[in-house]
Every structure is written in C-alpha cells, then in structure tokens.
C-alpha cells in the first residue's frame, strides 16, 4: 500500500489518510539502513556516506536527464520559463507541501521511474545535502511522508548540458533545487523550504524528536542575552502570514537590528546563521553568504520573535524570523516546524509562493 500522511490544514495541498512511524531511528546511517531493509524499501532510499560522491549533483541531473524516455519528458521536463496556469513560473514557485509533477518517485502500482533513476535522484539529493544531516532529513521523510521517494517529486526546467537547467525537488516539507548557478541573483537556485511535525500535527513546546527545533534553541539563547529594552523590541504581537517571505524595505523589518546588539549577542548570532546553513553543502551555504554580505551581512537585519505562538506559554518563542534586504529565514514552530528561505543578492528578485 502507498504511505499516506495527516491533512495538515497549515500545509497547503497536503494528502490525507494515516501515516506510519513506525521505524527509522536516528542513531546513524547504518541503523537507519537497516531498519529500512527491514521494511523492504529499496537500498537507493537509505542515507548513504556521500564523502566521496560519484559526482556532482548537476552532472548527476544531466545523467537523470539522458535516461528519460520521451513520455517522461513530457511529464517532467519543462522550458526554462514554463508558465503554470495555477502556480505561475513554475520554476520559481515554492510552497510547505506540494508535488511539483504528479508522479512520485516511488509509485506502487505502474512505476513511472526505474530503480537507475531513483538511484540517480536520491545521489542528487545527497549531493545537496551535507553528510552528517542525511539521517535527520531521512528521519524527517520518514516521519512526514511515509519515507524518501514516497510523497516527492521532481522537475527540470531548461536542458542539463545546453545552457541553464534546474532540477527541483518537491512535497511534504520539502523544496530542494539544483541549479549549477543557473539562475541568475538567487541562492540555493531560488527560495526553498523544509520542514518537520516530528511527534504529532501539534507538537508539545519541546518539540520532542523534531530534527530542525535545535535551530530555535540557538535563536532563543540570543533572545536570552537580550537586556529587557533589547527584548522588547525583539518581541512582535503578531506572527506574520505564513508565505510572507518576500524581500521588504528595511523600514519594514520587525524586532531588533542586530547592528544594536553587543559584540557578545552578534557572536551568538553568527553561531545561529551557521546553524541555519549547516544543512547544505559548502558551494550554496557560500552564495546565500556572498548574497547576505552583498547587502550588509548580518548588521543589515533584524531579528523578530512572535509572542502570539507561543507553545506551553514557557517564552521560548517557536515563531522567529531573521530577515534582511535580501535575506528571509523565517521559522516557524507552531503547530509544528515551517521555515521559508528566501535568498538573493537583488532586493528586485520577486518571491512566487
């Protein structure tokens, strides 16, 4: 049977019905193979050591590419500027739950991809992703979509080998991109998203399990360093809506600039922003930096915590944003973890969400 996950009224187009979690555990790549076995799922979805990778993700999107038989094409392959009559440039479109082409890379009844291409796929994924996070975002699959392939996606705009080319991967808490800096101003390819209800749909205040919530922690330590006049400022009413991750005016920006904050608080802050990267790999952790530094670094934004959202009222704020003229990570950790990324080195640059 395919794995269906909870409708989640916070998750736009989500899938309904009851999911399993029944497996999966934490403890490293190899516990986390073998419980897969365990399952019968295939070898290709199982964190592997990508420290001598056979290849870069966008040589591996060429690879994907030349294995598509034209009626997959047809399915999965688009113009570069590929207009959708509901999302827009489809390209560029982000959302917290959605398959950007209908056919999942794992279908139970007529497969659409081969076991090769799914092969290729998740070495593209492990590509983007750093080694040590495999496990956690395949804890993540598991817990949200029944596992890795099961509930994703994928497309690819333009043609790998002939001029720009993106390869973009979709569905429950999860946009990936692959770009080979095709796409001009933006990092990661464009704005991304991930995501994680660990437990439950509504998470309890620690968010227990959630491999994404020690982000939060991090960005609660420097509210805690914050004098009372720092925190007031830092602490807004109202979260904002949940795509609003667009670029805005500096007059915009809620809560505290960081350019206020003290040599010691802005050290903290840096430790925050490493973690917030920490999942990717170097060449897209270093253009969203060259993009932020671009525009005034981390001096050039303010740091907001949301008082409206607050689980268990313990002030350990599960709503915060960091956001600058050309950066938004926007985190959001109530009923359980959203985190809109938006990144670029031109304010111009329009968000499609």
């Given amino acids: 049977m395919e794995r269906k996950t909870p409708a989640c009224p916070d998750c736009r187009e989500a899938p309904t019905g009851v999911s399993r979690r029944e497996f999966f555990s934490a403890a490293g790549a190899a516990a986390g193979a073998a419980a897969v076995a365990l399952s019968g799922a295939p070898l290709w979805a199982v964190a592997k050591d990508t420290s001598a990778s056979a290849g870069a993700p966008e040589t591996l999107v060429k690879t994907l590419y030349d294995t598509l038989t034209e009626k997959q094409k047809k ?36 497969p659409f991809y081969t076991d090769e291409q799914r092969d290729i796929v998740r070495k593209i994924f492990e590509g983007l992703i750093q080694p040590e996070w495999q496990t ?8 949200d979509a029944g596992g890795f392939g099961h509930e994703q996606s994928i497309a690819i705009f333009g043609k790998p080998g002939d001029g720009k080319f993106e390869f973009v991967m979709t569905g429950r808490h999860m946009t990936l991109r692959c770009d080979g800096n095709s796409t001009d101003h933006v990092a990661f390819g464009g704005p991304i998203f991930y995501g994680h209800a660990a437990s439950d749909f509504n998470e309890d205040a620690a968010h227990t399990g959630n491999v994404f919530w020690p982000q939060a922690v991090a960005a609660n330590k420097v509210y805690q360093m914050l004098d009372g006049k720092q925190q007031k400022q830092a602490l807004v009413a109202k979260t904002p809506r949940e795509q609003a991750s667009g670029f805005r005016s500096s007059g915009e920006f809620q809560g505290l600039p960081v350019a206020d904050m003290s040599s010691d608080q802005k050290e903290h802050m840096q430790g925050v922003l490493k973690m917030l990267l920490d999942p990717y790999r170097t060449s897209d952790q270093d253009e969203a930096m060259a993009a932020l530094k671009k525009h005034g670094g981390l001096d050039a934004c303010n740091l907001a915590f949301y008082q409206d959202s607050d689980i268990g009222n313990d002030k350990v704020w599960d709503n ?27 304010p111009s640059v329009k968000l499609n969400a």
Avoid at 136 to 143: G, N, V
Avoid at 322 to 346: C, I, M, Q, S
């Fill in 136 to 143: 956690k975002i395949d804890k993540q699959l598991e817990d």
């Fill in 75 to 110: 399915t999965v392959c688009f113009a570069w500027d590929h207009q959708d009559p509901k999302r827009g440039l489809l390209r560029t479109f982000v959302a917290n739950n959605w398959q950007i082409t209908e056919p999942s890379l794992i279908t139970h009844k007529d």
């Fill in 320 to 346: 915060w944003r960091l956001e600058g003229p050309t950066f938004v990570w926007y985190f959001r950790g109530k009923p359980h973890v959203h985190v809109w990324v938006n990144v670029a080195d031109d």
